[in-house]
């Protein structure tokens, strides 16, 4: 039986690993052999060992693109997550109209980024932008500028564009979690005489930890990869000062169809993810064996 | 868990501290009611302008009030934006891929966690993989490898893709999924001497439909609204998906913002759609999903 059971184990496995092997191992291998190499789209290539990696070590856009990917992955993680775990909280307390509040705070998650993208290029408009007249109306008009066009403030007014959505997901995550909570346990520190702050601290949070992690692993998968909502709102400028590592990988590969840059350029995204993904799980696995 | 997240709290017993409590509870409700709206307003926003005409836009910006609101602009989108056959090419891409990618997700899923082969493990590990690798770091070999099959420009490359890309989460959901299901059945089906595709199909799957469900709402979602494949591995205007021909439109009528709403719109549909009917399934797939992996 054992022996039957093996053989179609394998039988069954054998699909999704020639699937996964095509789309995915395949082309990661290949791009990480050619990372190395001065190819061109016309006309093949040579291997040039580091060279790609000196050159990008020279180069202000990738400089640029790695700082913006790793604010992207500090700021546009940790205040979504924040602000959804308040939401979530303040929800789980409204026993009133719950379902139609919560189903209005999900809708966002069901849009895509290039949607997204596009309505809040519309709200960043210098002329007729829905936050400039905002500004103009409650009497700070000197604030109201061309936010997408403002190095100052392109990356930060397309994170918060993205951050929209994100907070729709980390407060969905949450509130699943909440439903874990043990009330009973929240009773009983509400009967020990624990005001609502320390409940929260001793009881409600810790209980969410698996949802924290949930939450945080998506969003930096999310952040790390985060392409469209720029291309759609600014196409990484101005003046290259909102592109992400995917996004500088994108134009690399398939404006200039430099592929040996390109793909040297997706290598080390791909192991910045991995260090900051591994970062937080190593972080992860201490605090659950000190805790 | 899934059937808890939207359920309301456990009426509150009425003494006088807790009636006091639910009371407090109303301006909260209130609060957060227009604290949705105005969260809402990017969403609202687009409904509105596509409702509104051109003429009117540029007249008035873009967030102006209007009387007057039609559909036409919907019209419009169809009769010469193309959004039919925007439309069409997505589910023609969303529907094949969502099926094979969680076929496959199911079988490698099932294969790792009821059958346990040798290396079972390891070999979920190496699929799940996938959920940490960029779609960056493909895109140059998968595009030269369309290219050099003639698939390149059609709509293959993202249904090939997507069903590949998507093993990983689907794995990792299914995995998950078989590991808190009673075995007992299977055993019961070995022992009748059924064979194990047949235990799979006819015992399990029927037991599977929760978490295939969430799972299927997930991947539509993610599919129907990717960019970056579509983007790179289409060129004709007529192989467009819906989401990278909201795009083109903007460069081919630079002004017409109603249009480009109306087809925002349209392009959203069936992601809400299935997201207030499936709702519950959609959380619980997110939450499945990593919870134990």
Redesign the interface.
């Known amino acids: 039986?054992t022996i039957?059971?093996?053989w179609?184990?394998?039988?069954?496995?054998a699909?999704?690993?020639l699937?996964?092997?095509?789309?995915?191992v395949?082309?990661?291998l290949?791009?990480?052999a050619?990372g190395f190499t001065d190819w061109q789209a016309v006309g093949g290539g040579d291997f040039v060992g580091l060279a790609q990696f000196r050159r990008m070590a020279a180069d202000p856009s990738f400089a640029r693109a790695l700082v913006n990917t790793l604010i992207w992955t500090v700021v546009g993680v940790l205040v979504p997550t924040v602000v959804g775990l308040a939401l979530a909280l303040?929800?789980?307390?409204?026993?009133?109209?719950?379902?139609?509040?919560?189903?209005?705070?999900?809708?966002?998650?069901?849009?895509?980024?290039?949607?997204?993208g596009?309505?809040?290029f519309?709200?960043y408009?210098p002329?007729?932008?829905?936050l400039n007249?905002l500004l103009d109306a409650v009497g700070l008009g000197s604030l109201a500028h061309a936010w997408l066009s403002d190095p100052d403030t392109a990356l930060w007014a397309v994170m918060v564009a993205w951050g929209?959505q994100q907070v729709t997901?980390a407060m969905?995550?949450f509130?699943?979690?909440l439903?874990?909570v043990s009330?009973d346990l929240t009773e009983a520190a509400h009967m020990d005489g624990a005001g609502p702050w320390q409940r929260l601290r001793a009881v409600v949070l810790p209980a969410l930890r698996?949802?924290s992690?949930?939450v945080i692993?998506?969003s930096l998968?999310n952040a790390?990869?985060s392409?469209?909502i720029v291309?759609?709102m600014t196409g990484g400028g101005p003046f290259r000062q909102t592109e992400t590592?995917?996004v500088l990988?994108?134009r690399v590969?398939?404006k200039t169809y430099d592929?040996g840059y390109?793909?040297a350029?997706?290598?080390v995204?791909?192991v910045v993810?991995?260090v900051i993904?591994g970062m937080f799980f190593a972080w992860n696995a201490w605090r659950d064996r000190h805790a | 868990m899934p059937e808890t997240v939207l359920a309301t709290r456990p009426a509150i017993p009425a003494t006088t501290a807790a009636r006091e409590k639910g009371a407090s509870r109303v301006p909260l409700a209130a609060a957060l009611l227009g604290f949705a709206v105005v969260f809402l307003v990017p969403c609202l926003g687009v409904l509105y302008t596509s409702l509104k005409s051109d003429a009117d836009i540029a007249a008035n910006g873009l967030w102006a009030p209007s009387g007057s609101l039609s559909l036409d602009n919907y019209l419009q989108a169809f009769s010469v934006g193309g959004t039919g056959r925007y439309l069409l090419n997505s589910v023609l891409v969303t529907v094949p891929a969502t099926a094979v990618s969680v076929a496959l997700g199911t079988l490698a899923g099932y294969a790792i966690a009821a059958l346990r082969p040798r290396f079972g493990e390891l070999i979920g590990f190496f699929l799940l993989a996938g959920l940490f690798v960029p779609p960056q770091i493909l895109l140059i070999p998968l595009f030269q490898g369309f290219n050099a099959t003639g698939l390149y420009d059609t709509l293959w490359p993202m249904i090939v893709v997507h069903s590949g890309y998507g093993i990983s989460l689907c794995t990792l959901v299914m995995r998950n999924f078989f590991r808190s299901l009673p075995m007992e059945l299977r055993a019961a089906g070995l022992v009748d001497g059924a064979s194990e595709p047949r235990i799979l199909a006819s015992i399990v799957l029927p037991m599977t439909r929760p978490a295939l469900a969430a799972l299927a709402t997930l991947q539509f979602t993610f599919i129907w609204n990717d960019f970056l494949y579509p983007l790179v591995f289409t060129r004709s205007d007529t192989l467009r998906t819906v989401m990278v021909g909201i795009l083109q439109q903007q460069g081919q009528f630079s002004i017409a913002y109603g249009v480009q709403a109306a087809m925002a719109v349209l392009a959203s549909l069936p992601t809400v759609a299935i997201f207030i009917a499936f709702q519950k399934h959609f959380i619980a797939g997110l939450t499945a999903g990593a919870v134990k992996g």
Not at chain 1, 91 to 105: H, M, P
């Open positions: 039986m039957r059971r093996t179609w184990a394998w039988g069954f496995l699909a999704p690993l699937a996964y092997g095509i789309a995915v395949w082309p990661a290949y791009s990480f050619h303040a929800l789980n307390r409204v026993t009133r109209f719950a379902k139609l509040i919560k189903s209005f705070f999900f809708l966002p998650l069901a849009l895509s980024l290039v949607v997204v596009q309505v809040w519309w709200i408009r002329e007729d932008g829905l007249l929209w997901l969905v995550i509130l699943a979690g439903t874990s009330r698996p949802s992690v949930v692993s998506l998968i790390l990869k392409f469209d291309y759609v590592l995917a990988a994108y590969s398939f592929f390109g793909s350029v997706s290598i995204l791909f993810s991995i993904i």
